[in-house]
């Protein structure tokens, strides 16, 4: 309960941010927020991820909702994504999060923590021109993130940062305090309680600093059922299948999906449990808390790594704290309104900024620099990307790029050469590794044009378990010039008998080949792989028109 009270403080003005910035109703936002929190937390598998809307998914919903040209048009696509997203779990679609790089979802934890110290100090200070949810660069009052640091310099507003430092300072040693009991009350509560205190003896005794209208949350007031229920807005599944409704349902599926599985992922990364979600389980509950969400007039939602973070920071250790998020949220819309719309934003900026802090500290950035070029410059691309463009684009970036990085170390590590000499005669040995692919072609090709000549070459395939036909072309180049370079040729493991058998009678002789010496189960020192590499019907002696047992050499002159 007490972190799920925590996250409920995050989550208030993230999910009337998002709503507005997206261009939607507020109220649409606590929808999804509340299902996020009660429905998807008793589908799902994951401990510590907490759902709602999503910051990523502004852009794309403020179109969708232009494009469909109703809002209760959209309600129907966000339906109707919660449908196709069970079916992507239904079919193990979760699987695709395992593929994201680590650096990339490191540098997307650590964006997100860089943003939010951009986007919440301006409303520390008093600057409140932007919603609270928007994490994109460009801000829809026409500034970006710095600009408005900038800006929100020359506005400062005396209250708001007044009750944002002395949110920060308990923030920071609230829990150092050495009072029996402190730590029983969480820090941010005491953060909310202490901005509403503050503004509070400002309004009673007439002060001018005192704050109000922008700088204070302002959800929808509620007297009675009736008003709660006219404002929930229904699905016009008139135009279920209306084509601009069938492609914005199909396109927040997926981004949603994937914002979802990185989140996750992400989230994961934090548990000081190191548990793992189950990502198609979770695929499955964020599709049933869409259809839900979508039913009520609520927003698509996501797993939201701002409260997954938030929910870790305050030290959940189950899916029940955000369960009591989603609760704490709705009773906070019926009973209490009043009360909520009192919370200064200052001090929830406080609240984010320590949070995000946490998600950014150096020590990542001096771990991810260790760990070397191949992972440190996908990380620091991913965050650079992120902060300066928004979050499914940098990410999109950070993924090409690590991915790049792959590819790179994949083809550097594609074969290697030993050499050794047997009096005048010099012998290089080509090893290849398990899987030699087409990208790894211009490698091997530059290798084999720098062998000198003269020489006796041996391609040494008994560790390979696959050879693209592109590789195996340039191999038979090679064999047909080999006769201008007085080089022999010897071919060993089973990945090449395809090959050899596949060449014409003149290269044949050119080449020869052989089964490496098996001894106390290893294959000339290695260990020993027939059983995978040979196929099931041939045998040693016959995969070649000739005896591979002996070690017959051509030489060419």
């Given at each position: 309960?007490?972190?799920g009270?925590?996250?409920?403080?995050?989550a208030?003005?993230?999910?009337?941010?998002?709503?507005?910035?997206?261009?939607?109703?507020?109220?649409?936002?606590?929808?999804?927020g509340?299902?996020?929190?009660?429905?998807?937390s008793?589908?799902s598998?994951?401990?510590l991820s907490?759902?709602g809307?999503?910051?990523?998914?502004?852009?794309?919903?403020?179109?969708?909702?232009?494009t469909?040209?109703?809002?209760?048009?959209?309600?129907?696509?966000v339906?109707?994504?919660?449908v196709?997203?069970?079916?992507?779990?239904?079919?193990?679609?979760?699987?695709?999060?395992?593929?994201?790089?680590s650096?990339?979802?490191?540098?997307?934890?650590?964006?997100i923590?860089?943003?939010?110290?951009f986007?919440?100090?301006?409303?520390?200070?008093?600057?409140?021109?932007?919603?609270?949810?928007d994490f994109?660069?460009q801000?829809?009052?026409?500034?970006?993130?710095?600009?408005?640091?900038?800006h929100?310099?020359?506005?400062?507003q005396?209250a708001?940062?007044m009750?944002?430092?002395?949110?920060l300072?308990?923030?920071?040693?609230?829990?150092k305090?050495?009072?029996?009991?402190?730590?029983?009350i969480?820090?941010?509560l005491?953060?909310?309680?202490?901005?509403?205190?503050?503004?509070?003896?400002?309004?009673?005794?007439?002060?001018?600093?005192?704050?109000?209208g922008?700088?204070?949350?302002?959800?929808?007031?509620?007297?009675s059922?009736?008003?709660?229920?006219g404002?929930?807005?229904?699905?016009?599944?008139?135009?279920?299948?209306?084509?601009s409704?069938?492609?914005?349902?199909?396109?927040?599926?997926?981004?949603?999906s994937?914002?979802?599985?990185?989140?996750?992922?992400?989230?994961?990364?934090?548990?000081?449990?190191?548990?793992?979600?189950p990502?198609?389980r979770?695929?499955?509950?964020?599709?049933a808390?869409?259809?839900?969400?979508?039913m009520l007039?609520?927003?698509p939602?996501?797993?939201?790594?701002?409260?997954?973070?938030?929910?870790?920071?305050?030290?959940?250790?189950?899916?029940?704290?955000?369960?009591?998020?989603?609760?704490?949220?709705?009773?906070?819309?019926v009973?209490i309104?009043?009360?909520?719309?009192?919370?200064?934003?200052?001090?929830?900026?406080?609240?984010l900024?320590?949070?995000g802090?946490k998600?950014?500290?150096?020590?990542?950035?001096?771990?991810m620099?260790r760990?070397?070029v191949?992972?440190?410059?996908?990380?620091?691309?991913?965050?650079?990307?992120?902060?300066?463009?928004?979050?499914?684009v940098g990410?999109?970036i950070?993924?090409?790029?690590?991915v790049?990085?792959?590819?790179?170390?994949?083809?550097?590590?594609?074969?290697?050469?030993r050499?050794?000499?047997d009096?005048t005669?010099?012998?290089m040995?080509?090893?290849?590794?398990?899987?030699?692919?087409f990208?790894?072609?211009?490698s091997?090709?530059?290798?084999?044009?720098?062998?000198?000549?003269?020489?006796?070459v041996?391609?040494?395939?008994?560790?390979?378990?696959?050879?693209?036909r592109?590789?195996?072309?340039l191999?038979r180049?090679?064999?047909?010039?080999v006769?201008?370079r007085?080089?022999?040729?010897?071919?060993?493991?089973?990945?090449l008998?395809?090959?050899?058998?596949?060449l014409p009678?003149?290269?044949?002789?050119?080449?020869?080949?052989?089964?490496?010496?098996i001894?106390?189960?290893?294959?000339?020192?290695?260990?020993?792989?027939?059983?995978?590499?040979?196929?099931?019907?041939?045998?040693a002696s016959d995969?070649h028109?000739?005896?591979?047992?002996?070690r017959?050499?051509?030489?060419?002159?």
């Amino acid at each position: 309960m007490r972190s799920g009270l925590v996250v409920f403080l995050v989550a208030v003005p993230l999910c009337l941010g998002i709503a507005v910035a997206s261009g939607a109703p507020p109220f649409a936002g606590l929808i999804a927020g509340i299902v996020g929190g009660v429905v998807v937390s008793l589908i799902s598998g994951s401990a510590l991820s907490v759902s709602g809307p999503a910051a990523g998914l502004t852009v794309i919903v403020a179109g969708a909702i232009a494009t469909i040209g109703t809002f209760e048009g959209f309600l129907a696509a966000v339906v109707l994504a919660g449908v196709i997203q069970i079916g992507l779990g239904l079919g193990r679609a979760g699987a695709i999060g395992h593929y994201i790089p680590s650096s990339v979802i490191k540098g997307m934890l650590a964006a997100i923590g860089l943003i939010l110290i951009f986007k919440q100090f301006p409303h520390l200070i008093g600057y409140d021109s932007s919603p609270a949810g928007d994490f994109a660069f460009q801000q829809p009052n026409h500034e970006n993130t710095f600009s408005a640091i900038t800006h929100a310099f020359s506005l400062i507003q005396p209250a708001a940062l007044m009750v944002g430092l002395l949110g920060l300072a308990i923030m920071i040693w609230w829990d150092k305090l050495p009072l029996r009991g402190a730590r029983l009350i969480p820090a941010p509560l005491v953060v909310v309680l202490a901005g509403v205190g503050v503004n509070a003896i400002l309004l009673t005794t007439g002060s001018s600093i005192a704050m109000g209208g922008d700088q204070l949350v302002s959800i929808p007031m509620v007297g009675s059922s009736a008003e709660l229920v006219g404002l929930i807005r229904l699905p016009d599944f008139a135009r279920l299948f209306d084509p601009s409704v069938l492609t914005v349902a199909l396109t927040l599926a997926v981004i949603a999906s994937l914002e979802t599985l990185l989140s996750v992922e992400a989230v994961d990364k934090l548990d000081p449990e190191r548990r793992i979600t189950p990502t198609n389980r979770e695929l499955v509950a964020q599709g049933a808390g869409n259809i839900v969400s979508g039913m009520l007039g609520g927003l698509p939602m996501t797993a939201v790594i701002v409260r997954g973070a938030a929910n870790v920071n305050a030290g959940a250790r189950s899916s029940a704290s955000a369960f009591f998020h989603g609760t704490y949220l709705l009773l906070a819309v019926v009973f209490i309104p009043g009360l909520i719309n009192t919370i200064p934003y200052a001090s929830l900026a406080a609240i984010l900024l320590v949070t995000g802090y946490k998600l950014t500290k150096f020590g990542l950035y001096r771990e991810m620099y260790r760990a070397g070029v191949d992972q440190f410059v996908p990380f620091v691309i991913t965050v650079l990307a992120i902060v300066f463009t928004d979050l499914l684009v940098g990410i999109a970036i950070g993924f090409a790029l690590g991915v790049g990085f792959i590819l790179l170390r994949k083809v550097r590590n594609s074969h290697r050469i030993r050499t050794s000499h047997d009096g005048t005669a010099r012998t290089m040995r080509v090893v290849l590794s398990e899987d030699i692919s087409f990208l790894t072609r211009g490698s091997l090709a530059a290798t084999l044009r720098r062998l000198p000549n003269n020489t006796h070459v041996t391609i040494d395939a008994t560790r390979t378990i696959h050879i693209d036909r592109d590789v195996m072309e340039l191999l038979r180049d090679f064999i047909s010039r080999v006769p201008d370079r007085e080089i022999t040729v010897e071919f060993e493991g089973h990945a090449l008998d395809e090959f050899v058998a596949s060449l014409p009678p003149e290269q044949i002789a050119r080449c020869s080949s052989r089964t490496p010496s098996i001894h106390n189960g290893t294959i000339d020192g290695h260990k020993d792989r027939s059983d995978s590499l040979m196929p099931t019907h041939a045998h040693a002696s016959d995969v070649h028109p000739f005896n591979l047992s002996t070690r017959s050499i051509a030489h060419e002159h």
